[in-house]
């Protein structure tokens, strides 16, 4: 059987060969032999990737962004309760959101996983919800911010969900119950510091009021010393205190007037053995009195905290952007699947074609013959074209333009297209599961 040779300049060496590597002819040549190992794959894979872009089904994210506002009454002048910093109060509000109960009960006020319930615990469904939600806090701080202690910050939380309404009810539900939640424990917290406060001022009262009572029934008791009695143990003072100026503790002088000092005291002592030291009652009463002083000034601040907590003038979260019902799926990437799927079709296509003609061995052109024989011996003939090759040639380049077309318009129509099938699909199923 005759096989087709391409011609060549006689002249042809063997350095010259590699200029088939720089003609464009022959990678033409190659793609006439080879089109269908290389179309075959990409159509293939091309196909799959549009299969799977299509049956895969969307997930829409719906998200709403919050505030943690500054406390609208300067700081100076009201001290507030609560002075957790922002971010530890994110954190304690996610841990009890996601708590079993909560997550439950969120799943049965919207019918949620209805396909996934009979066959899912309760554990693998606040597992798959926990999955779906998403409280993340946005690290940059705001432009306006200038504290360092508790900086304004923004935190987002998202629900996601192949229902575009379902995902916005849920999102909105999440960020209800994280308002309600934040006024709740700083409302709590200012009420609790509020009456522990409270009730330390009223034992503090109890205790000053024992203790006037003490002090009176000890005065009653002791009865007040004469003046005459007084007045020699006063001078006796003064005049160790002025002597002590001059001669040491250590001098008989001055022990002589130390004991007489100490015989007129116990004189001057109550003569029954159950009596109260005065002085230690009234230092007691003035320590108690000062403790009460203090507490009363916290009590006091402390009310004030929970008056601004119950206003909402202390720092707060504020929504900044309300859950909306999402346009747009955030997977899958339809068109980054379709490029993905094309550069793949085109990568296994080329592969298997440069595998296949590095494998065949077949003569096609004289650089082949010259590397069996010598080139003296070799004489090329120009080949001969018939007409019928010539009309298969023609039908051949008519089919390959008409595939590569429709090849083009078929990818054209899933890129470009796709994204109202989207919209469709999910009013249809919205539709259906009403």
């Given at each position: 059987?005759?096989?087709?040779?391409?011609?060549?300049?006689?002249?042809?060496?063997?350095?010259?060969?590699?200029?088939?590597?720089?003609?464009?002819?022959?990678?033409?040549?190659?793609?006439?032999?080879?089109?269908?190992?290389?179309?075959?794959?990409?159509?293939?894979?091309?196909?799959?990737?549009?299969?799977?872009?299509?049956?895969?089904?969307?997930?829409?994210?719906?998200?709403?962004?919050?505030?943690?506002?500054?406390?609208?009454?300067?700081?100076?002048?009201?001290?507030?309760?609560?002075?957790?910093?922002?971010?530890?109060?994110?954190?304690?509000?996610?841990?009890?959101?996601?708590?079993?109960?909560?997550?439950?009960?969120?799943?049965?006020?919207?019918?949620?996983?209805?396909?996934?319930?009979?066959?899912?615990?309760?554990?693998?469904?606040?597992?798959?919800?926990?999955?779906?939600?998403?409280?993340?806090?946005?690290?940059?701080?705001?432009?306006?911010?200038?504290?360092?202690?508790?900086?304004?910050?923004?935190?987002?939380?998202?629900?996601?969900?192949?229902?575009?309404?379902?995902?916005?009810?849920?999102?909105?539900?999440?960020?209800?119950?994280?308002?309600?939640?934040?006024?709740?424990?700083?409302?709590?917290?200012?009420?609790?510091?509020?009456?522990?406060?409270?009730?330390?001022?009223?034992?503090?009262?109890?205790?000053?009021?024992?203790?006037?009572?003490?002090?009176?029934?000890?005065?009653?008791?002791?009865?007040?010393?004469?003046?005459?009695?007084?007045?020699?143990?006063?001078?006796?003072?003064?005049?160790?205190?002025?002597?002590?100026?001059?001669?040491?503790?250590?001098?008989?002088?001055?022990?002589?007037?130390?004991?007489?000092?100490?015989?007129?005291?116990?004189?001057?002592?109550?003569?029954?053995?159950?009596?109260?030291?005065?002085?230690?009652?009234?230092s007691q009463r003035e320590a108690i009195q000062k403790n009460l002083e203090n507490a009363s000034a916290k009590y006091a601040a402390a009310q004030l905290g929970e008056a601004l907590e119950k206003n909402q003038q202390s720092e707060k979260f504020e929504v900044l952007e309300q859950p909306a019902v999402p346009q747009e799926p955030i997977r899958p990437n339809r068109r980054k699947i379709l490029s993905l799927s094309l550069l793949l079709g085109l990568g296994v296509g080329g592969g298997l074609t440069l595998l296949l003609e590095m494998l065949d061995k077949t003569i096609r052109r004289t650089a082949d013959i010259y590397g069996l024989f010598d080139s003296h011996f070799v004489v090329a003939l120009p080949y001969i074209v018939t007409k019928g090759e010539v009309l298969?040639?023609?039908?051949?380049?008519?089919?390959?333009?008409?595939?590569?077309?429709?090849?083009?318009?078929?990818?054209?129509?899933?890129?470009?297209?796709?994204?109202?099938?989207?919209?469709?699909?999910?009013?249809?199923?919205?539709?259906?599961?009403?």
């Amino acid at each position: 059987m005759l096989q087709k040779v391409n011609y060549e300049d006689d002249a042809e060496t063997g350095d010259d060969r590699q200029s088939n590597l720089l003609r464009p002819s022959f990678y033409w040549e190659i793609f006439k032999r080879r089109f269908l190992y290389l179309l075959l794959p990409l159509i293939v894979i091309v196909s799959a990737g549009a299969g799977v872009a299509l049956v895969w089904p969307p997930t829409y994210l719906s998200e709403g962004k919050i505030l943690v506002q500054s406390q609208l009454i300067p700081t100076e002048l009201v001290r507030p309760t609560v002075t957790s910093a922002a971010q530890e109060r994110i954190q304690v509000i996610e841990q009890r959101l996601m708590t079993r109960d909560n997550l439950i009960a969120i799943v049965d006020k919207f019918q949620l996983f209805q396909a996934q319930r009979n066959l899912m615990s309760p554990t693998q469904l606040v597992d798959l919800m926990k999955a779906k939600t998403s409280i993340t806090i946005i690290n940059q701080t705001l432009s306006f911010s200038r504290r360092t202690e508790n900086p304004t910050i923004v935190f987002t939380v998202g629900y996601e969900d192949s229902n575009p309404n379902l995902a916005a009810g849920v999102a909105n539900e999440l960020v209800t119950r994280i308002l309600n939640e934040d006024i709740r424990d700083r409302t709590s917290r200012a009420s609790d510091t509020t009456k522990f406060l409270g009730r330390e001022v009223e034992r503090l009262q109890a205790e000053s009021a024992a203790l006037e009572s003490k002090i009176a029934q000890a005065k009653e008791t002791q009865g007040t010393p004469s003046a005459g009695a007084i007045d020699p143990l006063a001078q006796m003072r003064a005049e160790y205190a002025q002597k002590s100026a001059i001669y040491s503790d250590k001098h008989p002088m001055m022990k002589a007037l130390k004991r007489q000092i100490e015989a007129a005291e116990k004189t001057l002592a109550p003569s029954n053995s159950n009596g109260v030291n005065l002085d230690a009652l009234q230092s007691q009463r003035e320590a108690i009195q000062k403790n009460l002083e203090n507490a009363s000034a916290k009590y006091a601040a402390a009310q004030l905290g929970e008056a601004l907590e119950k206003n909402q003038q202390s720092e707060k979260f504020e929504v900044l952007e309300q859950p909306a019902v999402p346009q747009e799926p955030i997977r899958p990437n339809r068109r980054k699947i379709l490029s993905l799927s094309l550069l793949l079709g085109l990568g296994v296509g080329g592969g298997l074609t440069l595998l296949l003609e590095m494998l065949d061995k077949t003569i096609r052109r004289t650089a082949d013959i010259y590397g069996l024989f010598d080139s003296h011996f070799v004489v090329a003939l120009p080949y001969i074209v018939t007409k019928g090759e010539v009309l298969r040639s023609k039908r051949r380049t008519r089919l390959l333009i008409a595939a590569g077309v429709g090849f083009v318009v078929l990818v054209a129509v899933l890129a470009f297209v796709l994204l109202p099938w989207d919209l469709m699909i999910a009013k249809a199923r919205v539709g259906l599961f009403r």
